[in-house]
């Protein structure tokens, strides 16, 4: 019978795969390549198993944060920001995208939010370059879609290690308690900027609330899904051999 590499436990060959694939996100595992034995089961291809983590720590004039990802985990989160709103559609991206997310950051509110919001996307889209390492057998591509009642937010997304942004839409209001809406594209564009992925945005509606929420949802689906590893590739999911 196929032995889950993540538990050790045997499964019949019609309940391996659905039982793996819980097995990893529990764990917080991944793995940069895999090979199918005759008997089905699956052998790691020359490295071992490692938690898709990071750590990262920003000080400037104007901010200070500390941040903690792991990638694979299960949208558990602690944020403080000093902007409420910000914190809210954080909490959320950590919940939809099963990200475990810490940050704690203090900044010049008292100027406005700019650099808190730029620097938080600063330092989590490093984060998540450096959690995803070599990105060997992740999926790479995603594309979601999100509704928030009358609003609907879509991502389209490649980890390729090129980094670029594009946003399409306009807010209904211009602020949402202290946050201003066109921070939410310039967060994005500073995640994707460091964590050296393409992202695409664009949003409809009549609320700015659900504009931006159903944004931060959307791109939290997005890698969630293009970070998942597919247990067919071995190695990097590119012609080139590398991102």
């Given amino acids: 019978m196929p032995t889950c590499e993540y538990c050790n436990k045997n499964f019949s060959e019609r309940g391996i795969g659905t039982h793996r694939r819980w097995c990893k996100g529990k764990t917080g595992l991944a793995f940069g390549g895999f090979t199918e034995t005759e008997e089905g089961d699956l052998k790691v291809s020359g490295r071992s198993p490692r938690a898709r983590k990071a750590e990262m720590t920003r000080k400037t004039n104007e901010t200070a944060i500390e941040l903690a990802l792991n990638i694979d985990g299960c949208g558990e989160s602690n944020i403080n920001t000093g902007i409420g709103f910000f914190d809210h559609v954080l909490e959320s991206f950590a919940t939809h995208g099963l990200f475990d997310l810490d ?124 970070t998942r590893i597919d247990n067919r590739r071995i190695g990097s999911p590119s012609t080139k051999g590398e991102l």
């Fill in 103 to 226: 940050i704690q950051a203090k900044g010049d509110v008292e100027v406005d939010g700019h650099h808190t919001i730029e620097d938080v996307g600063i330092v989590l889209g490093k984060a998540f370059n450096k959690a995803l390492g070599d990105k060997g057998g992740i999926e790479r591509f995603s594309q979601r879609s999100v509704p928030m009642d009358e609003t609907v937010a879509t991502v389209v997304l490649d980890i390729s290690g090129r980094p670029y942004f594009k946003f399409n839409g306009d807010f209904s209001e211009e602020s949402v308690g202290s946050f201003t809406s066109s921070m939410a594209p310039h967060f994005f564009q500073s995640l994707a900027m460091n964590a050296k992925i393409t992202l695409n945005c664009s949003v409809t509606g009549l609320n700015a609330h659900h504009e931006i929420e159903a944004l931060f949802k959307a791109v939290a689906k997005s890698i969630d899904d293009a």
